[in-house]
């Protein structure tokens, strides 16, 4: 649908965690009126109905889980988490967020109530798991094996950490895995299948917020698997549930990761 430049103006004002969700309802609202473009007047009209008391409340569904572009063919991808978002999202649904925070929060629900999961392909995190209640990032681990090296430097020159050093004298490269973010662009980069994928899985950060008191995610350590970061997510959905009082979000009530494991 075509945006007039002052209605785009005014929905990049949005926060970007909300945008998507708001330029949808927008546009929703543009089509409900038999028009086939918007200007800054609908955005307008449609804000002022989200501020009127229980104006929001009927489009809050209690979470959110949210993908980058990856699985659209980004270039960057490590591991997708397409299938891993659908299923976090059936077991959520199933959690029934909504009616918990129905029954928590005093007053009309907010946007900002609403328990956000957030899933990255690539350490690049275009989704912004930092700073969400869960982040997920898919990631590669990678290890060097048995085929001879050509000593090419392509994974030297590949990876934006620094992280690979091939010396002279070297027989095969070096990883510092300190500094590796496990993005997997020294493997593809590899001619030689010298490096390769270790292991494959996710990073999982909990506990991320922004706000007036702003804090990135504890990351849990090590990668995990599918099935792995289900049961992760399924604890966490416990924990808050039992332990937020009166619409506490679950950054606030969590100071550690090991009160999930």
């Not at 449609?46 to 993908?67: A, C, H, N, P, R």
């Not at 009309?108 to 997920?136: M, T, W, Y």
């Not at 934006?160 to 095969?172: K, Q, V």
Request: hydrophobic content about 35%.
């Amino acid at each position: 649908m075509k945006w007039s430049r002052d209605a785009d103006r005014a929905i990049k004002k949005v926060p970007f965690f909300i945008r998507k969700k708001v330029k949808k309802k927008v546009e929703e609202f543009v089509t409900q009126k038999r028009k086939a473009s918007v200007d800054v007047s609908d955005v307008t009209e449609l804000k002022q109905k989200f501020l009127s008391k229980g104006g929001m409340e009927k489009d809050i569904k209690g979470y959110e889980v949210s993908t980058c572009f990856g699985s659209s063919g980004c270039p960057n991808t490590a591991n997708s988490g397409t299938r891993l978002a659908k299923d976090i999202e059936t077991m959520i649904e199933q959690e029934d967020i909504l009616s918990f925070l129905k029954e928590s929060v005093k007053g009309d629900l907010k946007f900002h109530h609403e328990f956000r999961i957030s899933l990255s392909d690539c350490p690049n995190a275009c989704s912004r798991p930092q700073i969400v209640d869960i982040g997920i990032i898919g990631a590669v681990l990678p290890g060097i094996f048995d085929e001879a090296c050509t000593l090419c430097n392509a994974c030297v020159q590949a990876c934006d950490e620094n992280a690979i050093t091939l010396d002279e004298g070297d027989e095969t490269p070096l990883i510092n895995y300190n500094q590796c973010l496990m993005c997997a662009k020294c493997i593809n980069a590899c001619p030689t299948g010298t490096i390769g994928e270790k292991e494959k899985g996710f990073r999982v950060l909990l506990g991320g917020r922004l706000g007036r008191h702003p804090r990135l995610a504890m990351e849990i350590s090590g990668l995990h698997t599918h099935d792995e970061v289900l049961g992760i997510v399924k604890k966490s959905l416990t924990f808050y549930k039992e332990t937020s009082k009166n619409g506490q979000r679950f950054s606030h009530i969590l100071s550690s990761v090991d009160q999930i494991l």
